[in-house]
């Protein structure tokens, strides 16, 4: 006598703020088309320290992800826990999967720390701090500069593919202008042409609207600047 075959689906959650760490993985799930929870972390009510969120991540930063009973933290370990587990976006062998990781990091270590504090110098120090706001511009755009040379030559990051390295730079570069100003990208027309690119499909316009879904925090007071920058508060 026949039956059905029930096949479970696997429970993935995506621990979220609409920011640019986060983002990035909100693309790469939309652009795999596997369902996903999301689950809002207010980091401007300070969310991110809560006892229950520090278990599944002790550093107290989103996004993190919970992949049928797998937690991974970090968005850039997260990108490439996705790609290998559906094998797509991260090239398996020779100099793709070099250039890829090659590339991922250099978002991961330099372009992402050094537009973070470039954004909080020009945005958020209570005074101001010239060399700092200096520091910190100059060397977010020196990582552009190295970007753009690339893609001057390549399609993508790590070549002809599109790949999480390339998820990983739109993270952060669809939100130049923070740092830049009004002239936002114009200086890099290459990474300009990217992120005009990533932004333009429809997995990156899914994951621009999943903000709309959530009610968020949205004025920067006190409350918020403890929130986002404990160490700095006065014991």
Do not use: C
Request: proline share 6%.
């Amino acid at each position: 006598m026949g039956g059905s075959t029930i096949v479970a689906m696997k429970n993935i959650t995506l621990h979220f703020h609409p920011s640019p760490n986060p983002m990035k993985v909100a693309l790469l799930l939309e652009e795999l088309g596997v369902p996903f929870e999301l689950a809002a972390v207010d980091i401007f009510k300070g969310e991110q320290h809560s006892p229950a969120f520090r278990k599944l991540n002790p550093n107290g930063k989103v996004p993190v992800l919970v992949d049928d009973g797998v937690t991974v933290f970090d968005s850039h370990a997260i990108l490439i826990h996705l790609a290998e587990k559906h094998g797509r976006f991260l090239p398996r062998t020779g100099q793709a999967h070099a250039s890829t990781l090659s590339w991922l990091q250099f978002i991961a270590t330099g372009l992402s720390p050094f537009s973070g504090q470039a954004v909080h110098f020009i945005h958020y120090a209570p005074e101001p701090v010239p060399y700092a706001k200096n520091r910190y511009l100059r060397e977010a755009q020196r990582h552009y500069a190295v970007l753009d040379e690339r893609l001057a030559l390549s399609k993508y990051l790590a070549g002809n593919e599109y790949t999480i390295a390339d998820i990983a730079l739109w993270g952060w570069a669809r939100g130049a202008a923070y740092i830049f100003g009004e002239a936002g990208l114009s200086a890099y027309p290459n990474v300009k042409r990217l992120v005009e690119e990533i932004g333009s499909r429809p997995a990156a316009a899914r994951a621009a609207a999943l903000a709309s879904r959530l009610s968020l925090k949205q004025e920067f007071d006190d409350e918020t600047r403890r929130a986002l920058f404990p160490q700095n508060v006065s014991v």
